[in-house]
Antibody, heavy 122, light 111 residues
Framework: EVQLVESGGGLVQPGGSLRLSCAAS????????MSWVRQAPGKGLEWVST????????YYADSVKGRFTISRDNSKNTLYLQMSSLRAEDTAVYHC???????????????WGRGTLVTVSS | QSVLTQPPSVSGAPGQRVTISCTGS?????????VHWYQHLPGTAPKLLIY???NRPSGVPDRFSGSKSGTSASLAITGLQAEDEADYYC???????????FGGGTKLTVL
């Protein structure tokens, strides 16, 4: 079955760290860019980060640059998001998404996971 | 404040046609970047509805269609059904921000 399953969310204190995982199945994982997209409570979708198929190129939203690190293990078909210096405004459901498209500016997300909730609170 | 502007809500009766607009600027939609649309029910995985402005993935009914002109795009849904009640998001790329951007989302209510 073609699917993405996220894990690793939970409650963390401000300033703390957390690592999210996304297990992919049903497609040739290493050939696709993979991303994290989040949704804060009562808000819309916000792109967070993307890693190209080889993992050699990574991209970050300004809101997380320097605090979050995206990585992937193509041997395990798994995507990761290492989050540090967490803030209350990072509280959100984090979705993993598979990317497609021709040219960086025309990428879209054709497969999504249900997400994992991260709550940053003392 | 989202880079792409959508109406917060739209509504329609079963069988009717509704449209959802997505307004951008010269650094995103107007820069000829594609617009894509997603359907999302909270608590579930978002679903790709339209890619590349007008294309439907396999399995998406032809009741859903997309268009783009200038700095704006639109999603049209015809023959509205109760199951269409969800949040809808447009997405593109912004060259000034060098990031992928979403609209603020539109909640569709089927009356």
């Amino acid at each position: 079955e073609v699917q993405l399953v996220e894990s690793g969310g939970g409650l963390v204190q401000p300033g703390g760290s957390l690592r999210l995982s996304c297990a992919a199945s049903g497609f040739t994982y290493s050939t696709y860019a993979m991303s994290w997209v989040r949704q804060a409570p009562g808000k819309g979708l916000e792109w967070v980060s993307t890693a190209r198929g080889s993992g050699g190129y990574t991209y970050y939203a300004d809101s997380v640059k320097g605090r979050f690190t995206i990585s992937r293990d193509n041997s395990k078909n798994t995507l990761y998001l290492q989050m540090s210096s967490l803030r209350a405004e990072d509280t959100a459901v984090y979705h993993c998404a598979k990317g497609r498209g021709v040219g960086l500016g025309n990428w879209y997300f054709d497969l999504w996971g249900r997400g994992t909730l991260v709550t940053v609170s003392s | 404040q989202s880079v792409l502007t959508q109406p917060p809500s739209v509504s329609g009766a079963p069988g009717q046609r509704v449209t959802i607009s997505c307004t951008g600027s010269s650094s995103n939609i107007g820069a000829n970047y594609d617009v894509h649309w997603y359907q999302h029910l909270p608590g579930t995985a978002p679903k790709l509805l339209i890619y590349g402005n007008t294309n439907r993935p396999s399995g998406v009914p032809d009741r859903f269609s997309g268009s783009k002109s200038g700095t704006s795009a639109s999603l049209a849904i015809t023959g509205l059904q109760a199951e269409d009640e969800a949040d809808y998001y447009c997405q593109s790329y912004d060259s000034s921000l060098t990031s992928w951007v979403f609209g603020g989302g539109t909640k569709l209510t089927v009356l």
